[in-house]
């Protein structure tokens, strides 16, 4: 065999290109024979040895001293047999933080498929007569959380915008009844279990609607004038007079820190900022969430509406939650019933195959735990958290997954209540990797230097792709999803890390290292043919299997 493969190095060193190429075509032929000749037993026993190599280099890797007083789970398997690689208290639980979504995404991908899409429409219970609306119009309202300018053009009214021209289409342009919302679609506690008080007024910790705008959250912009001591600017996104804007900050000279702080005044529509500004300071964005998510985009859309003619008389009614006028509300009026309705406007949501990458690459909060309850209703028809967790757990039961110890506080991994273990989350994707979305579910997770929580990875060292999802909060740091080795082949991983006080540097530092190892590795036989392999995969992408 050795005098094929001297014969084969030697032929590879003919520079004429044609006669070069066809040699190399007939090579790779001649190495796949010769693969076929190699006894079992010789394969397996090299495979064996390389694998053990690569156990020893990982176990030395997490013996660092930083890791002493935390906790550090591991699973690293084959993605396509589920044969481990390496495991460290892989079956521990842990607190996930946001590899929670990974449960909720893939729940959401077998029950609901790539293609579904949210409804919102805008409906009324009356009559056009001269240009006047007879009645209500009510927007039934169905869980969508991409009411925003994230999907519209950066423009967080667009729907708002074409909700409106459809009304004037309609020949509408007065509103003699009210703006009705019927949120009723969710009928749950607006915060998850377990979620912090403190956190209540950061857009990271939304409350929940079924009727969603603008994230449930308000950006204020905030520069400094023109002279030290004059008031500095500040500026609202979506513009609205929603809000009452008490400004107490002032521009600061320049030898000044920046120091603003926004908080809630004395009631839930008045925003105070306060603090100082340096003349010389570029400006700085703010976030604070909403109170009551549907009063507020009612309020945007009739904003939106008055801006394009269309005058409303009467009032905003949220049939469940806090309005400023009324509250629980209850069911639609006496005498409304859905079968009188009429669609006079229609929102449809992109696919689920494109939220997801907003859930998975961006974190975001909202648009899991929006996709959390939508799984309990259209599943068990009721849309609260406890039937969504069980939804959750009995779709990824049936899949094959081992629910036993998986507790789900919440579906964005936001409460520090959830509970996984390592080993249960290669097995879940160990599961989407077999499954016929595959290829969505891989698509909907970060990549380093890529759109998301991955793009200051560093990645310049990985010799294959990972595709991933991140987990962190205070004292937590994890990161789990898929790599490829250096043959093609994927892998899944989980590092979990837990109780961690120090530099979250460190923790990236040894994800990273390990992450290069099996992007690096193979478990093939040589053969002496690396300078031949090397040209092939500069030719042909590498693709995962």
């Known amino acids: 065999m050795c005098a094929h493969v001297k014969t084969i190095d030697a032929l590879l060193q003919i520079t004429d290109r044609p006669l070069r190429r066809a040699v190399e075509t007939i090579s790779a032929i001649v190495l796949s024979a010769l693969l076929f000749l190699i006894p079992f037993s010789e394969v397996t026993a090299a495979e064996t040895t390389k694998i053990a190599k690569l156990k020893k280099e990982l176990s030395q890797m997490v013996k660092e001293e930083a890791f002493e007083s935390s906790e550090l789970g591991i699973a690293v398997e084959w993605a396509r047999t589920g044969e481990p690689l390496f495991t460290l208290n892989q079956k521990k639980r842990f607190i996930p933080a946001s590899n929670m979504k990974l449960f909720t995404s893939a729940a959401a991908l077998l029950s609901l498929s790539p293609d579904f899409t949210y409804e919102t429409k805008v409906m009324t219970d009356a009559a056009v007569e001269s240009g006047v609306l007879k009645g209500n119009l009510i927007i039934v309202a169905s869980g969508d959380p991409t009411i925003s300018g994230y999907f519209n053009h950066n423009n967080p009214t667009e729907v708002f915008e074409a909700w409106a021209d459809s009304l004037i289409r309609a020949g509408i342009n007065q509103i003699e009844g009210d703006i009705i919302v019927d949120n009723s679609y969710f009928n749950d506690s607006p915060f998850g279990m377990g979620w912090r008080i403190d956190d209540m007024d950061r857009c990271y910790s939304v409350p929940r609607d079924a009727f969603s705008f603008n994230n449930n959250c308000l950006a204020l912009t905030i520069s400094p004038a023109g002279s030290s001591g004059a008031p500095a600017t500040v500026e609202i996104e979506p513009m609205t007079r929603y809000m009452k804007i008490l400004n107490a900050a002032v521009t600061a000279d320049s030898r000044e820190s920046f120091d603003v702080g926004v908080a809630y005044g004395a009631d839930p529509y008045t925003i105070v900022v306060s603090g100082v500004v340096p ?26 509406l008055t801006m394009k003619g269309v005058a409303l008389h009467g009032k905003i009614v949220c049939l469940q939650g806090e309005c400023s006028q009324i509250r629980d509300f209850g069911p639609l009026p006496t005498g409304v019933s859905a079968s ?90 160990r599961i989407m990797a077999a499954n016929a979305y595959f290829n969505v579910f891989y698509d909907s997770l970060a990549s380093p230097g890529q759109e998301g929580t991955l793009k200051n990875w560093p990645h310049e060292a990985l010799s294959s792709p990972i595709r991933a999802k991140t987990g962190t909060m205070m004292h937590v740091r994890n990161l789990s999803g898929y790599v490829t080795t250096s043959d093609g082949e994927l892998i899944a991983f989980s590092f979990l890390c837990n109780n961690y006080d120090g530099d979250r540097t460190v923790v990236d530092g040894l994800y990273n290292r390990i992450l290069q190892k099996l992007s690096s590795f193979s478990r093939r036989q040589n053969l002496h043919v690396s300078a031949f392999n090397a040209r092939a995969r500069t030719r042909h992408q590498v693709r995962p299997r």
């Open 279 to 304: 003349v010389n300071h570029g400006n700085s964005v703010k976030y604070l969430s909403v109170k009551n998510p549907a009063e507020f985009g009612a309020f945007v859309f009739k904003e939106s």
């Open 340 to 429: 009188s309705l009429r669609t006079l406007a229609v929102y449809r949501s992109p696919k689920l195959s494109e939220i997801l990458k907003v859930i998975n690459r961006i974190s975001n909060n909202l648009y899991t735990e929006q996709l959390f309850l939508t799984l309990a209703r259209e599943n068990q028809r009721q849309g609260d958290s406890a039937q969504a967790m069980k939804t959750v757990r009995d779709i990824l039961a049936k899949a094959g997954l081992d629910t036993r110890g998986l507790f789900m506080a919440d579906g964005s991994g936001l409460s520090r209540l959830n509970l996984i273990t390592p080993e249960q989350t290669v097995s879940l994707l």
